[in-house]
């Protein structure tokens, strides 16, 4: 590992940072050690960090940057919304155009609810979850990531309140034999099943279409919801990953790439399931959020999602398989599937930065994407990189 990031302007706001922020740091997922470049402007696929060095980004703000950086169509819109206005404490069209086109993707979802990130959709799905079924536990896989709420978090993680794990019930990742085990143990208090059908943090291997069934017939014979989390995944299809698998969950939370790049998190389902928030009935669930569809976002969410069109989504798809092919072809041992791809590496620290310094950003933990503005040339440019790093 390098002892400094080698990049004086970063070194300087580093120094100052750990003077104001923990470890200089508001992000642990975007901290390297001994301390991170920092960007100062994004343009198509490029970052340029505070020292002037380039970079290709693989990363996209952990994938949310699904039409890379300054795309001009959501340039414009944002120029628009906001000269109308930032927010306001009153419900916009732009919420319902965004919520109409989520519809319209994703075939479960008949009602949705906006949120301001993934965390937030979710913490809220699972409530939704708790109120319908009257039952009080959740199900979980354990390693994979869903945010930063309290019972989906890591088993005994520091600062939880350890009451919490009394109502989560968390097995092994595509673990058939234990997710039936705790099913008989718990089914009859679980409100809901939570999972990602292509966990990145174990590894960014898709769950088997045998699992997906499984998990879709355990729940309904027992009365409990399915919720798939498409924070990260829903960038595969036009429906969502679940879509590629046929499957049809009762929740689906969503996130990232929907915001057009403006932070965002939704969630949605049946209009049974997400009538428990109807403020018009009795009892209904109240969830508020003040800058919850927030129009700027709403608008470029919107402009957003009409680029990554079918079309568009089976080009980025077909530039990540031939990325994922060429690296493996470098001896790399690469997942994912489509725009999604993860490199594991033993020293994933040391790749990190051989890979900064020859111009490609990839998440610390090897999480990696293409986006809109890349071409097949910049799947050679990105091998040419990754090929000098391997040597
Ligand atoms: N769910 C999944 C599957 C995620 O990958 C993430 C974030 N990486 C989240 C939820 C939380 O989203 P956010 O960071 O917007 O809170």
New binding site residues.
Partial sequence: MPATSGTRRSDALYAAAVRRLPGGNTRSTVYVPPSPPYAVRGEGHTITDADGHEVIDLQGN?TALVHGHAHPAILAELRAAVADGLCFGMPTEWEVALAGELVRRIDIVERVRFAN???EA?MLALRVARAYTGRPKILRFDGS????YDPIVATGARGVAPQTWQAVVTVPVADEAAFAAALDEHGDELACVIV?LMP?RPGLVPVTPEFARLLRDETQRRGILLLV?E??TFRLAVGGLQSKYGLRPDLV?L??AIGGGLPI?AYGGSAEVMAVTDPREDGAVELGGTFTGNPPTMRAGLVGLRLLDAREIARINGLGDDLREGLRGLGLIVNGRGSLLRIISDEPLELWWRLYRAGVLIAKNGLACTSLPMDDSTVEKLLRRFAAVQR
Avoid at 145 to 148: E, F, I, N, T
């Fill in positions: 952990m990130s993934g965390t979710v990531y869903h945010g930063l990602d990145n989390d924070v990260i939370t996130g990232k998190g």
